[in-house]
């Protein structure tokens, strides 16, 4: 398949389109900037430059490819309005995409984040949140999965909090960077609550197998680790930094902070039973020990 990437020169993104090249498909990949598309040309990708705000781009790439994947987010968490922004932007990026695809039965594979519940491990078969700092997040995607019954074989790839590669990437890059800023290896509430998390070499994989074969409507869970204890991450980021490690207060991560405290660990037994992924990479603790002081 011809496939336009969104976000492909990103930590997820990049891996997905060598994992793509790798296996016969070729890539358009949007590219925001000269460096971006320079780096997308250098994995082997033909770049089409534009932005996500950029809805007619968005529009050709998805006009002249055999199926699409978006990955592109702004990933700014500075401030309650910066998410807003990016959340807002796509979602009418998403909007655009599938609009274009309506009734062509070509696949239109988005990126999610696993939902919380309370108690017990998440499924693929729970919604996603539709309310607090990504709730927009969520009503977007699932919208887009709604196209389904337009013809578009839609599916959603929901990424655990921390999807990582060389010690870094997701939740547990953030808690390195703030160690790395403030001295301290912090973690909100008492650090029992569960993140999990996946490689991103074997997310890349699961994009691909979604691509290839998922139904339309269906949403899928790239989870290898269901939840690692956040003070056990702290406690790696800590000692690889040489840093003290403590608990620090929810608000130390702004917008974030609510969703940092929140214990959320998730399964993937029916992505593994039913499109046969098997998480191959080092787990998070293990590719933490990658961090350098
Ligand atoms: N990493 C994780 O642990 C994790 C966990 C859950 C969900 N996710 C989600 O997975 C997706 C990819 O994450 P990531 O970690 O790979 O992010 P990343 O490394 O920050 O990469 C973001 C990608 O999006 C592109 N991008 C950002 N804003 C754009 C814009 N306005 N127009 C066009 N392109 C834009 C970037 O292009 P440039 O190269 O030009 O900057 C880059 O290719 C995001 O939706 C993220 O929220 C990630």
């Known amino acids: 398949m011809r496939v336009f990437v969104t976000g492909g020169t990103g930590l997820i993104g990049s891996a997905v389109v060598a994992e793509l090249l790798g296996n016969g498909h070729a890539v358009l990949a949007l590219a925001r900037s000269a460096a971006s598309a320079r780096a997308a040309e250098a994995a082997g990708a033909e ?12 529009r050709a790439g998805a006009a002249q490819a055999d199926g699409v994947i978006h990955l592109a987010f702004g990933n700014d968490f500075s401030s309650p309005g910066a998410l807003a922004q990016s959340v807002a932007e796509e979602g009418a990026a998403l909007a655009a995409l599938g ?61 655990p909090r921390t ?30 609550q569960r993140w999990p998390a996946v490689h991103a070499l074997d997310a890349a994989v699961l994009f691909r197998l979604a691509l290839e074969q998922a139904d339309a409507g269906t949403s899928w869970h790239a989870v290898a680790d269901e939840g690692d204890q956040v003070r056990d991450i702290a406690a790696v980021i ?3 930094l040489g840093l003290p490690v403590e608990p620090v ?39 933490l020990e990658n961090i350098q002081p």
């Open 47 to 58: 770049p089409l430059r534009g932005a996500l705000a950029d809805l007619d781009v968005l």
């Open 99 to 159: 609009e274009e695809l309506t009734g062509s039965g070509r696949p239109l594979v988005t990126v999610a984040g696993t939902p919380w519940v309370a108690g017990r491990l998440s499924t693929e078969a729970d919604p996603l949140p539709a309310d607090g700092p990504v709730g927009g997040r969520g009503r977007a995607v699932t919208a887009l999965l709604g196209l389904a019954a337009r013809g578009v074989r839609t599916a959603a790839v929901r990424m």
């Open 163 to 192: 999807v990582h590669n060389q010690g870094a990437g997701g939740f547990a890059g953030l808690l390195t960077g703030i160690a790395r800023r403030t001295g301290v290896s912090g973690y909100p509430g008492d650090g029992a």
């Open 238 to 240: 800590g000692r690889r």
């Open 249 to 287: 207060p929810a608000e130390t991560y702004g917008p974030l902070g609510a969703i940092f405290a929140a214990d959320q660990p998730a399964s993937s037994a029916r992505t593994r039973q039913a499109l046969g992924w098997e998480p191959k990479h080092p787990s998070l603790l293990e590719d």
